[in-house]
């Protein structure tokens, strides 16, 4: 069986698959025991699953878990806590931008990459940058709010 | 239960063979969590409801534990009831347990569904307070050698008013149970002192929820649990032919698992299962049995009727019709439509000897509990089904069918199996809501009063009885057959003064796909038609539409939703369409409409303004404005971010969503087949909540739905005079309906 070495969440991790194909979301739910990041559509098309790879949103439902090893992953565990939260889950909580929370994972790692990459958006640019990320209980202008919040922290 | 008819087993299941951890993260392996806290010390207690200690412990250390049937769907009735009972109690609500939908553990308070949450499961819990209030007090007279009219109760301890220490509620109670009745005319709080009830208090769950910490049913596990995928026919009904085992040969330790027409996949590596559920050849038998969903509307019209029943039959709408000033009449039509969970549905079953225990997302924990024990022959008193978070399910999505599934499979493999649905399968199988077809037609006078108002509408007929379980079905399990959708025939006659209106129902015996309820059910459709048409009558008498729906209206508390909400919109007194409507490539106009959910609950009026691009047919909400009064406000952030959810919810419904099939089978079964609404549309939502303190609480899960499609429609009508009369409204069929204008 092949091993993967990677970097979760700031710490070095070595992983075996019988499937260097098998998805990373796999990996670091079921091996890793990392919930955060979810099973929304296997097909890269409601962002659920998304986790930062070397700082960057990425889907890890189509992400092979080859494809992650040598690499930096970070989870929502990875960003903080209810005690230590960083600003972005912060910024969620405060506008209570979550209503059953199944999408959150996916807007607050988007939100990182975004803010990583453009720290001071404006509320178009946001909702462009969100266009891959679905919110099935409507709480799309909530989202829109935290990130928004999080840009001015 | 029988013996499975057809069990493969290519090698021996081990569990964590198909995947090593060779050095683990901090905890490391999947958190083990008690499904929910402090369960196992409290089996055995009270569930009557009748009996306060089937509602509330409390605990030596003054801590209490709510129990209740009713879920938290993301919904905030976790922090809501709290906020009932710390209200009663005068405890700190942090002090305070929530223990729900847990089958062994909380009583049966019905469902969560219909928006009962707040107006019976925390009503209910809120009365057994009181009770306990009292029950507490007495407790404290005999201890203290008071009389009670002399003690207060605050900060979880009761005082002597003329000063002096206090008894601590734990102290009083003892750790005993209260062994009390709930007293229906227990005193409850002055709403004029409420303290903590309309407070917006943060929800517990979602630091949790936003730090990845949250333990949803889709990351829970027990010991020695398999991983199982279901290989769905290619038709509902289709038989299985033949299984060619050797196709997942490569894929380690899977076990293919028959019975009958059900077929699973079953491994230790989650991974493996869903490879081998997708590579597993199978054969099946043809059927092509559907109407397809292109031609949907006059497969309605000529279904065949189980019965016409007059929902509402006030005068003689026939006779008065004729000698009206103009008549007008309009047909309305609203597709099928999925729940379309954004996580599909799990389940985790554990089926021993001794009994079996099902984790579930289903709104409905006793109901399922009754279902799967009489469909699978189990003891009702030997099954527990305990809820946990799943993704939003806005009524029964494939919650329900994915606990037969995971149960018939723990059954047959004899350990415990947790199923999860794929994306496919939660768009292609989950129970749909119902399409709803509407014949309108009215009379109104020389002032567009209305005279005569007749709704005709065709609606799949309820069947008493569980739905049937796909598992069940395949298996060759008898079951029962029944067909419901919630209370669809609400909300289908004008709010407003009309001296004869008759609705009609034509029941339908059956639709083409499997039904249950789906927010507001019956309720949108019906407003839509409605209010779109109330729309049409004032245009048609050449009035606007808010001053024409206030003139028809008395109920105070009607007039007061629709004037604040002209208010926050700008409300520019003039009929429609917009005079510019139809000049120039990006046409804009704003439209209303106004709900009494389900004629008797929550008061919405609802307003909005839109962009219709004229080469495109794109249609964009830019600005929603809603005013709502649900009664008493218990919590009024919790309560907006349902009314905005209900709103952009809604809006999808509206804009993107139809269930497309073919002759054999549901097609749109991913995001791309089954667009929803997108963040680049998501419109400014203001919300304006009218507090009612001395009023009772109406829920608020639903109502604000209710109005959102006619008020989209009548602003698109009002922007390019164009009038839409079929859901969704996608940009081929606004852009179709403009070219025809």
Same mark, same amino acid.
């Given at each position: 069986m092949a091993r993967y070495s990677m970097k979760v969440n700031g710490r070095a991790v070595d992983v075996e698959s019988w499937d260097p194909g098998q998805p990373l979301l796999y990996v670091l739910r079921n091996s890793l025991g990392l919930h955060g990041p979810k099973f929304g559509c296997g097909l890269s098309?409601?962002?659920a699953c998304t986790v930062l790879l070397d700082?960057k949103a990425v889907r890890s439902c189509v992400t092979p878990v080859r494809q992650a090893a040598n690499h930096a992953v970070t989870t929502l565990e990875g960003?903080?806590?209810?005690?230590?939260?960083?600003?972005?889950?912060?910024?969620?909580?405060? *506008? %209570?931008?979550? /209503?059953?929370?199944?999408?959150?994972n996916?807007?607050?790692m &988007?939100?990182?990459?975004? @803010?990583?990459?453009?720290?001071?958006?404006?509320? *178009? %640019?946001?909702? /462009?940058?969100?266009?891959?990320?679905?919110?099935?209980?409507? &709480?799309?202008?909530?989202? @829109?709010?935290?990130?928004?919040?999080?840009?001015?922290? | 239960?029988?013996?499975?008819?057809?069990i493969s087993r290519r090698s021996l299941l081990q569990q964590g063979s198909a995947l090593v951890v060779s050095f683990a993260l901090g905890a490391g392996l999947p958190r083990r969590v008690?499904?929910?806290?402090?369960?196992?010390?409290?089996?055995?207690?009270?569930?009557?409801?009748?009996?306060?200690?089937?509602?509330?412990?409390?605990?030596?250390?003054?801590?209490?534990?709510?129990?209740?049937?009713?879920?938290?769907?993301?919904?905030?009735?976790?922090?809501?009831?709290?906020?009932?009972?710390?209200?009663?109690?005068?405890?700190?609500?942090?002090?305070?347990?929530?223990?729900?939908?847990?089958?062994?553990?909380?009583?049966?308070?019905?469902?969560?569904?219909?928006?009962?949450?707040?107006?019976?499961?925390?009503?209910?819990?809120?009365?057994?307070?009181?009770?306990?209030?009292?029950?507490?007090?007495?407790?404290?007279?005999?201890?203290?050698?008071?009389?009670?009219?002399?003690?207060?109760?605050?900060?979880?301890?009761?005082?002597?008013?003329?000063?002096?220490?206090?008894?601590?509620?734990?102290?009083?109670?003892?750790?005993?149970?209260?062994?009390?009745?709930?007293?229906?005319?227990?005193?409850?709080?002055?709403?004029?002192?409420?303290?903590?009830?309309?407070?917006?208090?943060?929800?517990?769950?979602?630091?949790?929820?936003?730090?990845g910490?949250?333990?949803y049913?889709q990351d829970f596990s027990v010991p020695g649990m398999l991983h199982a995928r279901v290989v769905?026919?290619?038709?509902?009904?289709?038989?299985?032919?033949?299984v060619d085992e050797s196709s997942v040969a490569s894929i380690p330790d899977v076990r293919v698992v028959r019975?009958?027409?059900?077929l699973a996949v079953v491994a230790a590596d989650e991974w493996a299962a869903v490879r081998a559920a997708r590579e597993l050849k199978a054969?099946?038998?043809?059927?092509?049995?559907?109407?397809?969903?292109?031609?949907?509307?006059?497969?309605?019209?000529?279904?065949?009727?189980?019965?016409?029943?007059?929902?509402?039959?006030?005068?003689?709408?026939?006779?008065?019709?004729?000698?009206?000033?103009?008549?007008?009449?309009?047909?309305?039509?609203?597709?099928?439509?999925?729940?379309?969970?954004?996580?599909p549905?799990c389940?985790i079953?554990d089926?021993?000897?001794?009994?079996?225990?099902?984790?579930?997302?289903?709104?409905?924990?006793?109901?399922?509990?009754?279902?799967?024990?009489?469909?699978?022959?189990?003891?009702?008193?030997?099954?527990?089904?305990?809820?946990?978070?799943?993704?939003?399910?806005?009524?029964?999505?494939?919650?329900?069918?994915?606990?037969?599934?995971a149960?018939?499979l723990s059954?047959t493999v004899g350990r415990p199996v947790r199923v999860q649905w794929m994306r496919?399968?939660?768009?292609?199988?989950?129970?749909?809501?119902?399409?709803?077809?509407?014949?309108?037609?009215?009379?109104?006078?020389?002032?567009?009063?209305?005279?005569?108002?007749?709704?005709?509408?065709?609606?799949?007929?309820?069947?008493?009885?569980?739905?049937?379980?796909?598992?069940?079905?395949?298996?060759?399990?008898?079951?029962?057959?029944?067909?419901?959708?919630?209370?669809?025939?609400?909300?289908?006659?004008?709010?407003?003064?009309?001296?004869?209106?008759?609705?009609?129902?034509?029941?339908?015996?059956?639709?083409?796909?499997?039904?249950?309820?789906?927010?507001?059910?019956?309720?949108?459709?019906?407003?839509?038609?409605?209010?779109?048409?109330?729309?049409?009558?004032?245009?048609?008498?050449?009035?606007?539409?808010?001053?024409?729906?206030?003139?028809?209206?008395?109920?105070?508390?009607?007039?007061?939703?629709?004037?604040?909400?002209?208010?926050?919109?700008?409300?520019?007194?003039?009929?429609?369409?917009?005079?510019?409507?139809?000049?120039?490539?990006?046409?804009?106009?704003?439209?209303?409409?106004?709900?009494?959910?389900?004629?008797?609950?929550?008061?919405?009026?609802?307003?909005?303004?839109?962009?219709?691009?004229?080469?495109?047919?794109?249609?964009?909400?830019?600005?929603?404005?809603?005013?709502?009064?649900?009664?008493?406000?218990?919590?009024?952030?919790?309560?907006?971010?349902?009314?905005?959810?209900?709103?952009?919810?809604?809006?999808?419904?509206?804009?993107?969503?139809?269930?497309?099939?073919?002759?054999?089978?549901?097609?749109?079964?991913?995001?791309?087949?089954?667009?929803?609404?997108?963040?680049?549309?998501?419109?400014?939502?203001?919300?304006?909540?009218?507090?009612?303190?001395?009023?009772?609480?109406?829920?608020?899960?639903?109502?604000?739905?209710?109005?959102?499609?006619?008020?989209?429609?009548?602003?698109?009508?009002?922007?390019?005079?164009?009038?839409?009369?079929?859901?969704?409204?996608?940009?081929?069929?606004?852009?179709?309906?403009?070219?025809?204008?």
């Amino acid at each position: 069986m092949a091993r993967y070495s990677m970097k979760v969440n700031g710490r070095a991790v070595d992983v075996e698959s019988w499937d260097p194909g098998q998805p990373l979301l796999y990996v670091l739910r079921n091996s890793l025991g990392l919930h955060g990041p979810k099973f929304g559509c296997g097909l890269s098309q409601c962002g659920a699953c998304t986790v930062l790879l070397d700082g960057k949103a990425v889907r890890s439902c189509v992400t092979p878990v080859r494809q992650a090893a040598n690499h930096a992953v970070t989870t929502l565990e990875g960003l903080g806590t209810p005690e230590k939260p960083d600003p972005v889950q912060a910024a969620f909580i405060a *506008e %209570q931008a979550a /209503q059953c929370g199944y999408c959150t994972n996916g807007m607050i790692m &988007t939100a990182r990459s975004l @803010l990583n990459q453009t720290p001071q958006p404006s509320l *178009e %640019q946001v909702k /462009q940058g969100f266009a891959g990320n679905l919110c099935r209980c409507g &709480t799309h202008t909530r989202i @829109l709010a935290a990130v928004m919040r999080a840009a001015k922290a | 239960m029988t013996a499975p008819t057809s069990i493969s087993r290519r090698s021996l299941l081990q569990q964590g063979s198909a995947l090593v951890v060779s050095f683990a993260l901090g905890a490391g392996l999947p958190r083990r969590v008690a499904a929910q806290a402090g369960a196992a010390a409290d089996l055995g207690k009270p569930l009557d409801p009748r009996q306060v200690d089937s509602f509330l412990a409390i605990h030596p250390d003054g801590s209490i534990t709510v129990y209740t049937s009713k879920v938290d769907v993301g919904t905030g009735l976790r922090i809501a009831v709290r906020q009932m009972v710390a209200e009663e109690l005068d405890v700190p609500v942090d002090r305070i347990a929530f223990v729900e939908g847990d089958t062994a553990l909380t009583p049966d308070q019905g469902g969560t569904g219909g928006s009962t949450g707040i107006p019976r499961g925390g009503v209910e819990i809120r009365q057994a307070a009181a009770t306990v209030r009292q029950a507490l007090l007495k407790l404290a007279a005999e201890r203290l050698q008071r009389p009670a009219d002399q003690l207060t109760i605050a900060a979880s301890a009761v005082w002597p008013v003329s000063g002096g220490s206090g008894i601590p509620f734990g102290t009083l109670v003892g750790g005993r149970r209260l062994s009390l009745e709930v007293n229906p005319k227990a005193p409850l709080q002055d709403p004029a002192r409420y303290a903590v009830v309309g407070k917006p208090l943060a929800r517990p769950d979602v630091p949790g929820k936003c730090t990845g910490q949250h333990v949803y049913l889709q990351d829970f596990s027990v010991p020695g649990m398999l991983h199982a995928r279901v290989v769905r026919p290619p038709a509902a009904g289709a038989k299985l032919l033949s299984v060619d085992e050797s196709s997942v040969a490569s894929i380690p330790d899977v076990r293919v698992v028959r019975r009958q027409d059900f077929l699973a996949v079953v491994a230790a590596d989650e991974w493996a299962a869903v490879r081998a559920a997708r590579e597993l050849k199978a054969s099946w038998s043809d059927v092509q049995t559907l109407p397809g969903s292109e031609n949907l509307e006059s497969h309605l019209r000529s279904s065949a009727v189980e019965r016409d029943e007059a929902i509402v039959n006030r005068g003689d709408p026939a006779a008065a019709m004729p000698g009206s000033a103009r008549q007008l009449k309009a047909t309305y039509y609203w597709p099928f439509q999925s729940h379309a969970s954004l996580g599909p549905s799990c389940s985790i079953a554990d089926v021993r000897s001794e009994g079996a225990t099902v984790w579930s997302s289903s709104q409905g924990s006793h109901g399922l509990r009754n279902t799967l024990a009489r469909t699978f022959g189990i003891p009702q008193d030997q099954l527990r089904v305990i809820y946990l978070d799943g993704a939003g399910s806005y009524g029964t999505n494939g919650a329900d069918d994915v606990a037969a599934d995971a149960l018939l499979l723990s059954q047959t493999v004899g350990r415990p199996v947790r199923v999860q649905w794929m994306r496919g399968d939660e768009h292609g199988w989950d129970p749909k809501g119902p399409p709803q077809l509407l014949d309108l037609r009215a009379g109104i006078d020389g002032d567009g009063r209305i005279v005569a108002w007749e709704t005709e509408m065709w609606l799949p007929v309820t069947v008493p009885g569980t739905r049937p379980l796909l598992a069940a079905d395949a298996a060759g399990v008898t079951q029962p057959r029944g067909q419901n959708a919630g209370l669809l025939s609400q909300n289908a006659d004008p709010p407003y003064a009309a001296p004869h209106v008759r609705v009609v129902s034509h029941w339908l015996k059956e639709v083409p796909l499997r039904l249950s309820n789906l927010r507001a059910p019956g309720k949108i459709a019906n407003a839509f038609a409605v209010e779109s048409f109330i729309d049409e009558l004032a245009a048609a008498a050449g009035l606007d539409p808010l001053a024409y729906r206030m003139r028809g209206l008395s109920d105070p508390r009607a007039l007061d939703v629709l004037k604040r909400v002209g208010a926050m919109i700008d409300w520019q007194a003039r009929p429609s369409p917009n005079p510019q409507a139809l000049q120039g490539a990006l046409l804009t106009g704003r439209g209303l409409a106004y709900v009494r959910y389900k004629q008797s609950e929550n008061y919405v009026a609802m307003a909005m303004e839109v962009e219709v691009e004229r080469t495109t047919g794109e249609t964009r909400v830019r600005r929603v404005a809603c005013a709502h009064d649900c009664g008493l406000v218990i919590n009024p952030d919790s309560l907006r971010n349902q009314i905005e959810g209900n709103i952009l919810q809604t809006l999808s419904r509206t804009l993107h969503e139809e269930v497309k099939f073919d002759r054999a089978r549901v097609t749109s079964v991913d995001w791309a087949g089954y667009p929803i609404l997108r963040f680049p549309e998501a419109p400014a939502v203001q919300v304006a909540l009218l507090d009612r303190p001395a009023l009772a609480p109406y829920g608020a899960g639903e109502a604000a739905a209710a109005p959102v499609a006619a008020a989209l429609g009548n602003a698109v009508f009002d922007a390019t005079g164009v009038r839409l009369r079929t859901v969704p409204f996608t940009a081929e069929r606004v852009k179709a309906a403009l070219a025809r204008a």
